[in-house]
């Protein structure tokens, strides 16, 4: 069974808009954690936010934003005013307390249109 | 800001032939790892190394790969005899800790990855 699913292959935003890229996860654990990372075109894997099973509040970090419903597993991220810089694959990660590994999501391809 | 670095950024070899994939980790991590993304696909777990052995593999990680702390800096993955479809990018990761499942600083940091292409 897929462990973290990213539905949306691709998005479209225009620039300055808010977008929010779908994730959900499948773990029988308590405590676990879910990533997001970016990666643009060169290549390079870019951590963005953290959000533990604990956690009370969704996380925020600057611009970026998870939307965090633990009852429905799921961990959106959410852009708000995007920018032409944001164009980029981005992946949902998570980490569960049985195994020192991170499942990957399949990834969203955002583009942002100026 | 300290970041994972790695060596070469783009490895051409001839199928058969040995490869090592150099990474040094970001220095006060304890955890590292490998993964490979082939082109246009998802990122997929290789292994993960702590205190001088492996803690876990996949069942890509066959006897062809090997990973080695050889000094205190640098995580090396060699694969013996490369075929084609280990053509990738190679990512190196490293993480300060290792909680029981739900911490930040199980944050894993990327390398910029080895392309490697196997002909």
């Known amino acids: 069974a897929q462990k973290i699913t990213q539905t949306q292959p691709g998005m479209f935003v225009q620039e300055k808009e808010a977008v929010t890229l779908d994730c959900t996860y499948d773990?029988?654990?308590?405590?676990?954690?879910l990533f997001w990372y970016k990666q643009p075109s060169s290549g390079e894997m870019i951590f963005l936010i953290y959000?533990?099973?604990?956690?009370?509040q969704n996380a925020t970090e600057g611009r970026y934003s998870l939307n965090f419903q633990k009852a429905r597993k799921s961990a959106n991220l959410v852009i708000s005013a995007s920018q032409l810089g944001d164009s980029a694959m981005y992946f949902c990660a998570m980490r569960d307390s049985n195994f020192n590994k991170f499942y990957f999501g399949s990834g969203t391809k955002l583009n942002v249109k100026p | 800001e300290p970041e994972v670095t790695q060596t070469p950024s783009h490895q051409v070899t001839q199928m058969g032939q040995e490869v090592i994939l150099r990474c040094v980790p970001i220095s006060n991590h304890l955890y590292f790892y490998w993964y490979r993304q082939i082109l246009g696909q998802k990122v997929e777990f290789l292994v993960s190394?702590?205190?001088?052995?492996?803690?876990?593999k996949s069942e890509i990680f066959d006897d062809q790969f090997s990973v080695e702390r050889p000094d205190g800096s640098n995580f090396t993955l060699k694969i013996r005899s490369t075929k084609l479809e280990d053509s990738a990018m190679y990512f190196c990761?490293?993480?300060?800790?290792?909680?029981?499942?739900?911490?930040?600083?199980?944050?894993?940091?990327f390398g910029p990855g080895t392309r490697l292409t196997v002909l």
């Open positions: 190394f702590y205190n001088n052995e492996i803690s876990e």
């Open positions: 990761a490293s993480s300060e800790y290792l909680s029981g499942g739900a911490s930040k600083a199980d944050t894993q940091y």
């Open positions: 959000q533990g099973s604990y956690d009370e």
């Open positions: 773990t029988s654990d308590q405590s676990y954690g």
